[in-house]
């Protein structure tokens, strides 16, 4: 079966300082990767996500991600956050074939203090 | 404006009794889904439709039940069989053919 999983739980940083959350994937095949993020009280919405092409994906709000093949892994970064970068994000992986599912990764709860 | 709804926001029930939270969206989406979210557990999928009048069981569908009579709507009943039935619960939907799902804003369901 398919999981994901994100390895840190709970992030802190200041401002400006760069991010790059963890995610990493079991499934051998052709896959489909996205960033969902929870900001609090708001409605969880797509930051990113990569279906084919250039592994290196830019989303909103600045952040990057990188999908490499070789280590099952699509981790996300960003060059510098900001307090309003606060919020929770998800990792999801979907298969070609598998009725448009998602299977989410436990989420990294992100703290930045300005 | 298009989007997603779901109602109500917060739900209160007593042990041993049936609730049904709503879903309901006009992004003329033919795909629904209803995921549950605990803390430190990520979303887990419940049950998913793809066209109206059919369902399919996700990874924890027990103690759960859902129809799909419309294409706008996919209510999800939380039947007293459920045993841990305190959580958030979010409703998505895609377009036929594609994996991205938009969310709604949830309900969160405590037992008393």
Redesign the interface.
């Known amino acids: 079966a398919q999981s ?1 999983s ?1 390895h840190n ?1 709970h992030v802190i940083l200041s401002e400006a300082a760069s991010l790059e959350l963890g995610c990493n994937y079991s499934y051998g095949g052709t896959v ?1 990767l ?1 960033w ?1 993020v929870q900001y609090p009280g ?5 930051l990113l ?1 990569y ?1 084919s092409g250039d592994p290196l994906v830019k989303g909103i709000k600045g952040f990057e991600a990188e999908f490499i093949k070789s280590k099952f892994s699509f981790n996300l970064r960003k060059p510098s956050v900001q307090w309003s970068d606060t919020a929770e994000y ?1 990792c ?1 992986v ?1 298969a070609p074939g598998g ?4 299977i ?4 990294t709860r992100l703290a930045v203090h300005p | 404006d298009g989007g997603i709804t779901q109602s109500p926001k917060y739900l209160f029930r007593k042990e041993g009794q049936n609730v049904t939270l709503s879903c309901e969206q006009n992004l003329n989406h033919d ?1 629904m ?1 209803w ?1 549950r979210q605990d803390p ?6 419940i049950y ?1 439709s ?1 066209i109206v009048n059919d369902f ?1 069981k ?1 990874d924890i569908a027990e103690g759960y039940s859902v129809s799909r009579e419309k294409k706008e709507s996919f209510p999800l009943t939380v039947t007293s069989a459920q045993k841990n039935p305190t959580a958030f619960y ?1 409703c ?1 939907s ?1 377009m036929t ?10 309900t969160r369901l405590t037992v008393l």
């Open positions: 994901v994100q739980h489909n996205f969902y708001q409605h969880l919405q797509l996500k279906f998800f999801a979907s009725y448009n599912k998602l989410f990764g436990a989420g | 795909a889904y995921y430190g557990q990520g979303l887990r999928l998913y793809q399919q996700g979010l998505a895609s053919g594609t994996d991205t799902q938009y969310f709604g804003p949830g």
